[in-house]
Nanobody
Framework: QVQLVESGGGLVQAGGSLRLSCAAS????????VGWFRQVTGKEREFVAA????????YYAGPVKGRFTISRDNAKNTVYLQMDSLKPEDTAVYYC?????????????????WGQGTQVTVSS
């Protein structure tokens, strides 16, 4: 299994930027995709962005498209989520996840390993 550790969350004003990092260790060679999800207390975890390890394919949820960018450093086994033009509605706990088999990358059940999450708070 893959171990994932997120970092980079914090408090930022609306319009600001944050970059989240997700460091992977363990059986990293077994993962085929990595994704970012977010969750607000009392709501379901929702898809944010995903990237395939084997290609340049990236996927974004509608509300973040054009504002967020997922990227990765394969040599460092690290995935990043650059978040620009942040809005108060982006406030959530952000999780990274790794999938060991190909599936629908926008669905949480596709992923096998999850990080502990990092809080992002955007003030108005």
């Amino acid at each position: 299994q893959v171990q994932l550790v997120e970092s980079g969350g914090g408090l930022v004003q609306a319009g600001g930027s944050l970059r989240l990092s997700c460091a992977a260790s363990g059986r990293t060679f077994s993962s085929v995709a990595v994704g970012w999800f977010r969750q607000v207390t009392g709501k379901e975890r929702e898809f944010v962005a995903a990237s395939l390890w084997s290609s340049t394919g990236t996927y974004y949820a509608g509300p973040v498209k054009g504002r967020f960018t997922i990227s990765r450093d394969n040599a460092k086994n690290t995935v990043y989520l650059q978040m620009d033009s942040l809005k108060p509605e982006d406030t959530a706990v952000y999780y990274c996840a790794a999938a060991e088999t190909y599936g629908i990358v926008t669905v949480a059940t596709t992923y096998d390993s999850w990080g502990q999450g990092t809080q992002v708070t955007v003030s108005s």
